[in-house]
C-alpha cells in the first residue's frame, strides 16, 4: 500500500515525539502489537535522521514511517533521505510542497481555514492536517468539508479515544494522535511498553466500535 493508502485504512497515526535512537524500534513495535500500524517521527526530536533511519531499518515492514513537524524543504529532504515515506507539517509551506511533489512524496501540510485548505489542494497536496483541529472541534471539520468535498483531511490536536470517532464522523479520513497516545518520554520499563501496546488496543478497538455501527 502506499503511504496515503495506509493513512486511510489505518485511520489511526501515531505522532511521536522525543524518541531516540535506541527507544524507537521498541515504541513502534509496542504500537504494530497493539494494531497501530502508521506513526510519524517529528522533526524536532534530535538527531531525528539516525532516529528514521533506525525505524526504517528494523520495522519498515510492519509500520509505515513518515516525519511530522516539517517546516521547510531543507528538513524535507533530510528526513526524506533517512527514509522517512510522507511528510507532515503544522504549517502550509508550499515550497515544500514543491520539493515533495517532484519526489513524488505525500505531504499532509497543516491547514485551518478554508483558504489555507485550497491552496494546499492547489499546489498538489493530496491530503491535508487540519490543526489544532479542538480549537473549534469536530462540527467545525463538517462545515468546512462541506463545500470542499474533494479534499482529504486528517485531523491532529487534541484527538483523544472520546472524540477520534467523532471527528471521522463529520468527515475527516484519518486521526493525528500524540501523547494521548504514545509519550516516548514514560517509557522506561518492560511494563511501560506493554502498556502502550494496550493504549494502542483500546484506540484501535474504539476504531472497531464505529466500523460495526
Known amino acids: 500500500m502506499?503511504?496515503?493508502?495506509?493513512?486511510?485504512?489505518?485511520?489511526?497515526?501515531?505522532?511521536?515525539?522525543?524518541a531516540d535512537e535506541h527507544n524507537i524500534?521498541?515504541?513502534?513495535?509496542?504500537?504494530?502489537?497493539?494494531?497501530?500500524?502508521?506513526?510519524?517521527?517529528?522533526?524536532?526530536?534530535?538527531n531525528v535522521g539516525n532516529v528514521i533511519?533506525?525505524?526504517?531499518?528494523?520495522?519498515h515492514e510492519e509500520v509505515c514511517i513518515g516525519a511530522g513537524t516539517v517546516l521547510d524543504p531543507e528538513t524535507a529532504k533530510a528526513v526524506l533521505l533517512a527514509?522517512?515515506?510522507f511528510i507532515v507539517s503544522p504549517t502550509l509551506n508550499t515550497d515544500t510542497l514543491k520539493?515533495?511533489?517532484?519526489?513524488?512524496?505525500?505531504?499532509?501540510?497543516?491547514?485551518?481555514?478554508?483558504?489555507?485548505?485550497?491552496?494546499?489542494?492547489?499546489h498538489g497536496a493530496k491530503m491535508v492536517k487540519i490543526f489544532p483541529a479542538d480549537t473549534f472541534g469536530p462540527g467545525y471539520i463538517k462545515n468546512i468539508l462541506g463545500p470542499l468535498p474533494h479534499v482529504q483531511a486528517m485531523v491532529t490536536g487534541g484527538i483523544t479515544l472520546e472524540n477520534m470517532n467523532e471527528y471521522l464522523d463529520k468527515g475527516s479520513v484519518a486521526v493525528g494522535i500524540g501523547s494521548n497516545l504514545v509519550?516516548?518520554?514514560?517509557?522506561?520499563?518492560?511494563?511501560?511498553?506493554r502498556?502502550?501496546?494496550?493504549?494502542?488496543?483500546?484506540?484501535?478497538?474504539?476504531?472497531?466500535?464505529r466500523k460495526k455501527s
Open 2 to 18: 502506499t503511504p496515503i493508502e495506509m493513512i486511510k485504512t489505518n485511520k489511526i497515526v501515531a505522532v511521536i515525539r522525543h
Open 25 to 46: 524500534v521498541p515504541i513502534l513495535e509496542a504500537l504494530s502489537k497493539g494494531g497501530v500500524k502508521v506513526v510519524e517521527i517529528t522533526a524536532e526530536t534530535a
Open 53 to 59: 533511519e533506525a525505524a526504517v531499518n528494523h520495522v
Open 83 to 85: 527514509g522517512a515515506e
Open 99 to 122: 520539493l515533495t511533489n517532484r519526489y513524488g512524496v505525500l505531504n499532509i501540510p497543516g491547514v485551518l481555514s478554508p483558504t489555507e485548505i485550497l491552496t494546499a489542494y492547489e
Open 183 to 193: 509519550n516516548a518520554k514514560m517509557l522506561e520499563t518492560e511494563k511501560d511498553y
Open 195 to 209: 502498556q502502550l501496546t494496550i493504549n494502542a488496543e483500546h484506540y484501535v478497538a474504539k476504531l472497531n466500535e
